[in-house]
């Protein structure tokens, strides 16, 4: 019995009916985790140990281990794991930005006294909970456990997350797969009711993917597994599978690209037929999938006309619990040809039943009464991560660091001396002139004798710093204010009286009105918080427009509830939330667009000290105390991945500034 598991476990990795060469991204990594070796799959993937981390990923603080006892079928990819026992990250350098599949491998195994059946985490990359409070538990079948996610990442640092339930808990992990993915793979659809993926910058976790009429599993060019649908559907006898053995056609529109899914999944179906002569005891057929309970999912379905007797004469009722139905029509985009695969993307959500029933039947207005499915694949989307970001102090020494950082500090140096340099010059030209002045006032009326010599006993320090004229030196200097020695006269037409003022500070109000009031200086002041918090300047140059100023990108986010996105890293993990929000609601009272609106600048000290006093006396509160705005819900729907919590700010660095004294600076005597 073991010698089949093992070989069933081999299998899983052979391309079984496809026929197509493996995919080759241009971004990729294979990491194989707690390990100094590498292993070849011999299908374009080698993972490589990532104890031989480089510049490309890095692992934070963790502790790798090896399979004591390892049976001889499992592959050597699963030999090894590596433990984490706090919140640790994997980073992963991105030189591409698109969308991209993430595989986590788990197989747990015994290492002296740890049990990694015993591991309780979760894990989260770029801001979504990938994994929940996972538990992978003892394998009974042999088999690891592979859990799959879609995302969209930025160019740059990609941080994979690893959080252990508790102090008494830890997460593992036994290898790592991310590989970027072949161009319109989520735009593709013929039917695109939502976004392309890649634009709404989301993250989908893989729950089915179903091979439909087909009798065994599938790999296919992603080293992704099709499974038979017999285990799903609800009447299996009611219906029988059919195959076709001839070639497909492609599409002269390119809207599949083979890596969506094989031809052997195209190939294969299951169809019900209405006879008109003859009733029928079952006119649909329905496949029954556990899924998570109120959740937005999407569902990819394949479709290839392998059973029409000309184009456009078939199309059926595809109906998707509890309330999505749609009427799929393979000709209904101009399509002249059969056997063309094509897929449809839809976004249903799931009711709290926990589980989502499909079923397709004949359309009534449809010349041949038959319904017929190739493929289909359940993806849920995952919400977003609540755990907030560590600001973690390990550096990793590398050789060029420690150089570039030499160099540094040799040319801080340099500027040092030649700043001081530049100093010494100017004091010293300085006062020689003042010292040909003081000849030149002193020399006037008097003896040169006496001029001389008080200019011998004076000290040059003096002559530079308290350098004093009499009103009859003065008189003697200018000749009695003689008309004839003036340089020039100002120009009455080149009096400016406009207020003057840097942009980011100004209040929106004085734009419109020109008016000065005295709530003017309490919108700068509220620059001023948002500069504080945020570390950045009020305008910036950015490709994106929300970012340019810091008011209008502050007040987005303090909006959407979600202020701690923007903040200085170095106040990550520091500042209370409580203190924040109301620091937050201090932050869009002084902007408010109209002055009236705005409080005082007593006001807004009694709010900064009592946000001091949140920080200083952290105190258990619901989410709505200390806050007179409700905080705007968030929906399951995509946000954007490129956080400026990882891009605009590197999570390595940190300092011993605590927001203590970030707030004791903003101390006013009175208000304005």
């Known amino acids: 019995m073991e010698s089949i598991l093992h070989l069933l476990f081999l299998l899983q990795f052979l391309p079984l009916l496809s026929s197509s060469e493996s995919y080759n991204p241009q971004v990729k990594y294979f990491m194989n985790c707690g390990s100094d070796s590498n292993v070849d799959l011999g299908d374009l993937r080698n993972f490589v140990g990532d104890k031989n981390s480089n510049a490309s990923f890095y692992v934070g603080k963790s502790t790798p281990v090896q399979n004591e006892n390892p049976s001889p079928g499992i592959s050597p990819l699963y030999h090894t794991a590596r433990i984490f026992t706090k919140i640790t990250r994997y980073m992963l350098n991105i030189t591409q930005t698109g969308s991209y599949l993430v595989r986590l491998h788990f197989f747990p195994f015994s290492f002296k006294t740890t049990h990694l059946a015993d591991a309780l985490f979760s894990v989260s990359a770029s801001n979504f909970s990938l994994l929940s409070n996972f538990s992978v538990g003892n394998s009974s079948t042999g088999f690891p456990v592979i859990k799959e996610f879609f995302l969209t990442i930025a160019e740059g640092n990609f941080d994979i997350y690893f959080i252990p339930a508790d102090e008494t808990r830890f997460a593992f992990v036994n290898a790592i797969e991310a590989f970027l993915l072949p ?8 039917i695109t009711p939502i976004p392309p993926l890649l634009s709404i910058d989301g993250a989908l976790r893989t729950l089915y993917r179903i091979d439909v009429g087909g009798d065994q599993k599938v790999n296919d060019t992603l080293w992704r597994t099709w499974v038979p649908d017999n285990d799903y559907l609800t009447f299996p006898s009611s219906v029988t599978a059919s195959s076709y053995d001839g070639e497909l056609q492609k599409s002269s529109q390119r809207l599949v690209v083979n890596e969506i899914a094989p031809d052997a999944v195209y190939k294969t179906y299951k169809k019900v037929i209405i006879d008109n002569n003859r009733s029928s005891n079952f006119p649909n057929i329905t496949w029954r999938f556990n899924v998570s309970k109120e959740a937005r999912h999407l569902v990819r379905l394949h479709v290839c ?24 029509d393979p000709n209904a985009n101009g399509f002249s ?79 040092i001396l030649s700043l001081s340099l530049c100093l010494w010059l100017r004091r010293r030209k300085t006062v020689e002139a003042l010292i040909l002045k003081n000849e030149f006032v002193y020399g006037r009326g008097r003896s040169p004798s006496s001029a001389t010599k008080r200019t011998e006993n004076a000290s040059v320090t003096n002559l530079n710093l308290k350098l004093k004229m009499s009103l009859a030196e003065i008189l ?99 500042i209370n939330r409580n203190s924040l929000r109301k620091f937050g609601e201090i932050t869009e009272k002084c902007l408010k667009p109209q002055g009236a609106d705005r409080p005082n600048m007593l006001d807004v000290c009694w709010d900064l000290e009592y946000a001091l006093q949140l920080q200083q006396t952290p105190a258990h509160r619901e989410a709505h105390e200390d806050s007179t705005t409700t905080a705007a819900s968030t929906d399951l729907a995509l946000p954007p991945m490129q956080n400026l919590s990882y891009n605009m700010f590197p999570v390595d660095d940190y300092s011993d500034t605590t927001t203590s004294a970030v707030f004791s600076q903003l101390r006013i005597n009175d208000s304005r």
């Not at 289909?376 to 150089?403: C, D, Q, W, Y």
Request: charged residues 20%; contains cysteine.
């Open 305 to 328: 006309d392998l059973v029409s007797e000309s184009p456009g004469t078939v199309k059926f009722d595809l109906n998707i619990s509890p309330k999505f139905s749609e009427v799929i």
């Open 476 to 574: 003697a200097a200018t000749e009695n204010f003689n008309p004839k020695l003036l340089i020039g006269m100002p120009d009455p037409d080149h009096i400016s009286t406009d207020l003057k003022g840097s942009f980011g500070y100004l209040d929106p109000e004085y734009f419109r009105t020109l008016q000065l009031t005295n709530k003017s200086d309490v919108y700068s002041f509220g620059v001023i918080l948002l500069e504080v918090l945020c570390a950045r300047p009020p305008i910036v140059n950015s490709k994106q427009r929300e970012e340019i100023n810091l008011a209008e990108w502050g007040m987005f986010w303090r909006k959407e509830g979600q202020l701690e996105k923007i903040i200085d890293p170095l106040l990550v993990g520091h």
């Open 337 to 415: 040809e059969m056997r063309i695969p094509l897929f449809y993307d839809y976004v249903v959500s799931s009711d709290d039943s926990g589980y989502m029933s499909f079923s397709i039947a004949p359309n009534k207005t449809s010349i041949m009464k038959v319904a017929f499915l190739n493929g289909l694949e359940i993806m849920e989307f995952v919400g977003n991560s609540t755990f907030e970001m560590p600001v973690e102090h390990e550096k990793r020494k590398h050789p060029a660091l420690m150089i570039g950082s030499a160099g540094g500090v040799a040319l801080i140096l340099v500027l």
């Open 183 to 190: 161009p319109n793979f989520f735009n593709d659809s013929l």
